[in-house]
T-cell receptor, first 115, second 116 residues
Framework: GENVEQHPSTLSVQEGDSAVIKCTYSDSASNYFPWYKQELGKRPQLIIDIRSNVGEKKDQRIAVTLNKTAKHFSLHITETQPEDSAVYFCAARGSRGSTLGRLYFGRGTQLTVWP | NAGVMQNPRHLVRRRGQEARLRCSPMKGHSHVYWYRQLPEEGLKFMVYLQKENIIDESGMPKERFSAEFPKEGPSILRIQQVVRGDSAAYFC??????????????FGPGTRLTVL
C-alpha cells in the first residue's frame, strides 16, 4: 500500500517567518493530497488540498506544491502567526480498488510559532 | 449545516468490557471512515463504509473490532473485550458522493477511549 513520510517532526519559527513541511509518498497512482491542522485535543481540520493534475495551489498565507515525478509535496505557510501553532498532517489518498477511499497519513509535524 | 458528530467524546472502560463509538456524518454525506490516533502519532485508517456496506476493513483488527453503517442511524465502531492497547482517540470522517466532494474528508471531534 501507500507509504507517506513527513519531515520534520518538529519545527519552530519566529512569528512572521515562513514554515515549510515536506512529505513523500510511494504510490505513483495516488492523485489527491490533503493537509490537515490539528490543535491539541481537537479534530483534524482540512486546510488545503491538491489534486495530481496541478502543481501548486494557494490560499492566502498557505500554499501547497506537488512534484509528481519526485513523488513529494510540501506545505508552505508564510507570515506565520502564533495561532498557526499546531500539528500538521499530510496525507495521500489510496488509488486502487477498495483502498480508493482511505487516506494514508504522515506522522505529523509539530509547528511552534514564537511571538 | 452540522458537521460530523461523534459520541461519546470520552469513554472509560475496564479491560474486558465493550466499547461502542458512534458517528453521524455530515448532512448529505454517505461515505464514513474510521481512523485511530495514538498519542503523538498520525491517524491510522481502520475501516471505510457506505450505507449498509463495508467497502474496506483492511485496517481494522479482525478480532474484537467491528463496524457498521446501517440504513438509518449513525455508524457504529464496536470494540469487544477491550484491552489497554485499545486506548486511543478514534476519529470518524465523512465525505460526499460528487466527484468534487468525494475526496474531501471532514473529521468529527473524536472519541477518546481510555481502558483501565
Amino acid at each position: 500500500g501507500e507509504n507517506v513520510e513527513q519531515h520534520p517532526s518538529t519545527l519552530s519559527v519566529q512569528e512572521g517567518d515562513s514554515a515549510v513541511i515536506k512529505c513523500t509518498y510511494s504510490d505513483s497512482a495516488s492523485n489527491y493530497f490533503p493537509w490537515y491542522k490539528q490543535e491539541l485535543g481537537k479534530r483534524p481540520q482540512l486546510i488545503i488540498d491538491i489534486r495530481s493534475n496541478v502543481g501548486e495551489k494557494k490560499d492566502q498565507r498557505i500554499a501547497v506544491t506537488l512534484n509528481k515525478t519526485a513523488k513529494h509535496f510540501s506545505l508552505h505557510i508564510t507570515e506565520t502567526q502564533p495561532e498557526d501553532s499546531a500539528v500538521y498532517f499530510c496525507a495521500a489518498r489510496g488509488s486502487r480498488g477498495s483502498t480508493l477511499g482511505r487516506l494514508y497519513f504522515g506522522r505529523g509535524t509539530q509547528l511552534t510559532v514564537w511571538p | 449545516n452540522a458537521g460530523v458528530m461523534q459520541n461519546p467524546r470520552h469513554l472509560v472502560r475496564r479491560r474486558g468490557q465493550e466499547a461502542r463509538l458512534r458517528c453521524s456524518p455530515m448532512k448529505g454525506h454517505s461515505h464514513v471512515y474510521w481512523y485511530r490516533q495514538l498519542p503523538e502519532e498520525g491517524l491510522k485508517f481502520m475501516v471505510y463504509l457506505q450505507k449498509e456496506n463495508i467497502i474496506d476493513e483492511s485496517g481494522m483488527p479482525k478480532e474484537r473490532f467491528s463496524a457498521e453503517f446501517p440504513k438509518e442511524g449513525p455508524s457504529i465502531l464496536r470494540i469487544q473485550q477491550v484491552v489497554r492497547g485499545d486506548s486511543a482517540a478514534y476519529f470518524c470522517a465523512s465525505s460526499g458522493t460528487g466527484q468534487s466532494s468525494y475526496n474531501e474528508q471532514f473529521f468529527g471531534p473524536g472519541t477518546r477511549l481510555t481502558v483501565l
